[in-house]
């Protein structure tokens, strides 16, 4: 059992930036594969980032290409997401989730994480 908790969220304006984390407790960190999803209202949960278990393999969705940045510790437990150039369409709570089976690639399918956090809204306003 892993349990996974977001902070950093907030509101920001048109181009700034905010940096998200997400502290996991209850099993060993780095046996898992990470990433960050977005569930924007009225629209269904997308990818936004993957790391692998030691953060040699990363991958983006093309939205945020270039202005996003997932990163993590395993000595801290904690994935983050450095979100820069923000956009009032990045507006969405942030979710972070663990994959066991895809620890040795990250994946940017759901259905393929085993935990989820409970999420941080982020706002962008213009």
């Known amino acids: 059992q892993v349990q996974l908790v977001e902070s950093g969220g907030g509101l920001v304006q048109a181009g700034g930036s905010l940096r998200l984390s997400c502290a996991a407790s209850g099993h060993i960190f780095s046996s898992y594969g990470m990433g960050w999803f977005r569930q924007a209202p009225?629209?269904?949960?997308?990818?936004v980032a993957t790391i692998n278990w030691n953060g040699g393999n990363t991958y983006y969705a093309d939205s945020v290409k270039g202005r996003f940045t997932i990163s993590r510790d395993n000595a801290k437990n904690t994935v983050?997401?450095?979100m820069n150039s923000l956009k009032?369409?990045?507006?969405?709570?942030?979710?972070?989730?663990?994959?066991?089976?895809?620890?040795?690639s990250g994946s940017y399918y759901e259905y393929e994480y085993d935990y989820w956090g409970q999420g941080t809204q982020v706002t962008v306003s213009s």
């Open 80 to 82: 983050s997401l450095q």
């Open 42 to 47: 009225g629209k269904e949960r997308e990818f």
């Open 88 to 104: 009032p369409e990045d507006t969405a709570v942030y979710y972070c989730a663990a994959s066991l089976v895809t620890y040795h």
